[in-house]
Nanobody
């Protein structure tokens, strides 16, 4: 099986920074796009940032210039550096990865982490 394990959430004051990590483990042949989503209370889950296997990134407009996504392919890990955090960034953050488990698999399946709480408050 495949597991995505997130870490790095917590409570931070407005203007502060946090770094989230998500490591994929298990039976993995290759990983495609990895990304971070978030879901605030009463709202739908939304894409925060994504990164392809070759390093191309995309961001939600609300986090551009504040958040940076990166990945270490050798460690099957994706990171989200969050700077200048705002109360509106408060949410549960979920890691997502599109993974081929075996060499003969023709599609990438979606896998999700368990979520990590980020709270921005004074």
């Amino acid at each position: 099986q495949v597991q995505l394990v997130e870490s790095g959430g917590g409570l931070v004051q407005p203007g502060g920074s946090l770094r989230l990590s998500c490591a994929a483990s298990g039976r993995i042949f290759s990983i495609g796009t990895m990304g971070w989503y978030r879901q605030a209370p009463g709202k739908q889950r939304e894409l925060v940032a994504g990164i392809t296997s070759s390093g191309t990134t995309n961001y939600a407009n609300s986090v551009k210039d504040r958040f940076t996504i990166s990945r270490d392919n050798a460690k099957n890990t994706v990171y989200l550096q969050m700077n200048s955090l705002e109360p509106e960034d408060t949410a549960v953050y979920y890691c997502n990865a599109k993974i081929r488990r075996r060499i003969y698999d023709t599609i990438f399946d979606d896998y999700w982490g368990q979520g990590t709480q980020v709270t921005v408050s004074s």
